[in-house]
């Protein structure tokens, strides 16, 4: 079976305070972008060594296979269910350490594909809390709609806010912004204004009242990124902000745009919201 695991994009992102379970609450807004991974499960003819295999073409994804959250995501279903032995092949397109997700997406949506693959029968509030295993951004990709996230970002409330009629440039420089990095310049604090109330402002009243908390130490690190920002805006972006805890920098527009000549050498990827 086959689907495509898309990423996501913060619209806000508050560091309100550290936990004692070393995570942070947050406040944020999880958009859902067109911009897609390739995913395929198919059950194994023959019984092997490993249960779960992982073939991965597209970008490279360093580090253990075992650590991928598609295996992981495998692996806990399997403990469950004793799942028929499968191999996983993943085609990545979304990039990573960008804050758009897309790790999260494809456990997320291995654990959905599983469900139908094998009748699990597992509900959404079911896939929900096996996601939240895998990782705080996780939980959003089950239903995978605009939502308002807190506590560690799998507390989610659905929003009103529809983006359809604008344009999405996203941009991502040739940096690294690892989880721990971006956290270790973070004072956490509570906002004078919630997210949930700000986005329901026109967009052209977005910019210095919506805000990434990541961005003050990450720009400091990593002029490039905030290189990326100022041209987003300079060219004529309504809204334009850091993802996450990557280094990826979004920009809406009202019309559609081109800029992918501005960004020689970075990923580059526009569509509609």
Avoid at 90 to 116: E, Q, V, W, Y
Avoid at 131 to 136: C, H, P, R, Y
Avoid at 245 to 270: P, Q, R
């Amino acid at each position: 079976m086959l689907c495509f695991p898309n990423a996501k994009i913060n619209i806000g992102l508050n560091i309100i305070e550290r936990r004692p379970d070393n995570f942070h609450n947050i406040e944020t807004v999880f958009y859902p972008i067109p911009l897609s991974d390739i995913l395929e499960i198919i059950e194994k003819d023959k019984i092997s060594d490993r249960k779960a295999d992982l073939s991965v073409t597209g970008k490279e994804i360093p580090g253990d296979p075992d650590s991928n959250l598609s295996i992981k995501a495998y692996h806990l279903l399997d403990a469950d269910f004793d799942l028929p032995p499968v191999s996983i092949y993943l085609h990545k397109i979304i990039p990573m350490g960008a804050g758009l997700g897309g790790g999260s997406s494809d456990g997320a949506f291995t654990l959905t594909l599983l469900n139908r693959m094998f009748d699990l029968k597992l509900n959404i509030a079911q896939l929900t809390a096996y996601a939240e295993k895998l990782g705080s951004d996780c939980a959003f990709f089950i239903e995978n709609k605009l939502a308002l996230g807190t506590g560690k970002g799998n507390i989610l409330e659905k929003l009103l806010l529809n983006l359809s009629d604008y344009y999405l440039v996203l941009v991502q420089p040739q940096v690294f912004v690892g989880t721990a990095e971006a956290y270790a310049g973070i004072i956490p604090r509570k906002p004078s204004d919630q997210i949930s109330k700000l986005i329901g402002l026109p967009l052209n009243d977005w910019n210095n009242r919506i805000k990434n908390d990541f961005e003050e130490s990450v720009f400091q690190k990593h002029p490039e990124i905030k290189y990326v920002k100022d041209q987003l805006y300079q060219r004529g972006a309504v809204f334009a902000s850091m993802t996450g805890s990557g280094s990826a920098v979004y920009g809406i527009f009202e019309v559609e745009v081109n800029l992918k000549n501005l960004f020689n050498g970075m990923f580059y990827w526009g569509g509609r919201l």
